[in-house]
C-alpha cells in the first residue's frame, strides 16, 4: 500500500533536503554539467564521507542522479529545473537582502557566470 503525503508536505521536504551548504553548494557546481566526485571534493572544501552523505541525501531526493564510468562516480543534476530553483533562490535573497552588501555583491557574481 502507497501511502501518500500531501503537496505541503513533500514540499517542505524539498526545501528541507536544500538546508545544507555543502548540498547547495553540489547543485551550483552541477549546474554547469555533470562532475565526477574527485572534482566536486577539489572545489568543496569537506571530508570524502561528508561529500558521499551529502550527494546520497540529494541523490534520495530526486535533485541529483549518478552513474558510474569506470572508477569514476559522476554526478549531474536529475532536472534543468534545479538550476530555476537556485536562480530562483539568488534573486529571492537579492529582494530580502537590500542591506546586506557583500552578498548582494556575490549574488551578482553569481548571475553573471
Known amino acids: 500500500m502507497t501511502v501518500s503525503v500531501p503537496l505541503y508536505q513533500a514540499k517542505a521536504e524539498l526545501f528541507r533536503t536544500l538546508g545544507h551548504p555543502v548540498r547547495i553548494r553540489v547543485l551550483e557546481l552541477l549546474r554547469d554539467g555533470p562532475q565526477p566526485v574527485r572534482d566536486l571534493l577539489t572545489a568543496i572544501d569537506v571530508e ?37 530553483l537556485l536562480a530562483a533562490g539568488r534573486r529571492i535573497l537579492g529582494a530580502v537582502l537590500t542591506d546586506r552588501d557583500d552578498l548582494l555583491a556575490e549574488l551578482r557574481t553569481q548571475a553573471e557566470q
Request: no cysteine; net charge positive; charged share 25%.
Open 48 to 84: 570524502p564521507s561528508s561529500l558521499s552523505q551529502q550527494l546520497a541525501v540529494l541523490r534520495r531526493a530526486g535533485l541529483v542522479r549518478s552513474a558510474r564510468e569506470g572508477s569514476l562516480v559522476r554526478y549531474e543534476l536529475s532536472t534543468p529545473d534545479v538550476v530555476d
